[in-house]
């Protein structure tokens, strides 16, 4: 909203409708260039979006869409937004061996940091991948130069989650060093912690719903941490076969998702993740002077919480 004070981190998982995990397979995987690409264009819908008003957002990109559009990638940046990874091949972290995982982050910062000439920072695992079974990628992040993480969704899913994770942006101590961790938003309601931050949640509840619970959130003094996908703001992209489930998860009330983004625009102030919290802001213009990028140590030595 023009004129308050960013107090919430809005994040968008950049990726094609063709790569979402729900309809995951090798054969699909194996004719991914053979279908019809709506990144482009989604993204330039959401731009203008955000530019009308006057909100930017952090931008988790996946590699390889990055390696196809450095164009696209660019004109995020330009428009103020803040470029973070989001992996390269879209792979759950779930079923990759630690060496997989640390060639796929590499390769991914390495062609945003060189399209940009700036280092990214944070990184969000597909379809939030890490779990407790999946916890030494923490390590990996810092020894690959990530600042932050946005994977570790505080709740009980049948694909993703942590439901012991803590709800609350906090420092990760792994034996490599620390990493910020920037979990998705939840709100406890009535003993439960309820998915509020976005994605098929915000497609999925009524509107006044879904404000009053962050509200809520908002009124506790945390943050608000939303997540959207490009795909989510195209009702036309063509239909997938899959389960049923993976079917209604993707393709409910696609045709309402752009409207109550506009709406959510003005009800709270978002900027991007790096510039809300300040020790990652801190930290993002000390490697900007430094010019540190790709391979080089850019984690925090503090153990300040961002909320002490």
Not at 154 to 171: C, I, K, M, T
Not at 190 to 214: C, D, E, K
Not at 268 to 282: C, D, L, T, W
Request: with cysteine; hydrophobic share 40%; glycine share 8%.
């Amino acid at each position: 909203m023009t004129g308050m004070s960013p107090r919430h981190c809005l994040s968008f998982d950049v990726e094609e409708h063709f790569q979402v995990s729900a309809f995951e397979s090798p054969m699909r995987r194996r004719h991914w260039e053979q279908f019809e690409s709506r990144v482009e264009v989604n993204i330039d819908r959401l731009l203008g979006m955000l530019a009308t008003s006057e909100v930017r957002a952090t931008f988790f990109v996946l590699g390889w869409v990055a390696e196809r559009y450095p164009a696209l990638v660019r004109r995020i940046a330009t428009g103020g937004h803040e470029i973070a990874s989001h992996g390269y091949g879209h792979e759950l972290i779930t079923g990759q061996t630690p060496i997989a995982f640390r060639e796929d982050i590499r390769r991914a910062k390495g062609i945003l940091e060189n399209i940009l000439s700036q280092p990214v920072l944070g990184y969000r695992a597909p379809s939030f991948s890490i779990t407790k079974d999946t916890m030494w990628a923490t390590q990996i992040l810092v020894e690959e130069g990530h600042i932050y993480d946005s994977s570790i969704f505080p709740v009980l899913h049948d694909r993703y989650g942590v439901p012991s994770a803590n709800p609350e942006v906090h420092q990760l101590l792994t034996s490599s060093g620390l990493l910020w961790e920037v979990p998705p938003s939840t709100v406890k309601y009535m003993g439960v912690r309820l998915p509020v931050a976005g994605g098929g949640y915000f497609r999925f509840y009524p509107y006044s719903i879904l404000r009053a619970l962050l509200r809520k959130l908002e009124g506790e003094g945390s943050p608000l941490v939303m997540y959207m996908h490009p795909w989510e703001f195209d009702p036309d992209q063509p239909r997938m076969e899959g389960p049923l489930i993976s079917r209604m998860r993707h393709y409910l009330n696609l045709d309402k998702t752009a409207s109550r983004l506009r709406t959510l625009l003005q009800d709270f102030a978002f900027a991007p993740i790096r510039e809300v919290f300040p020790p990652i802001k801190q930290i993002y213009k000390e490697r900007l002077q430094s010019g540190a990028l790709a391979g080089q140590s850019l984690s925090s030595t503090s153990t300040v919480s961002f909320f002490n």
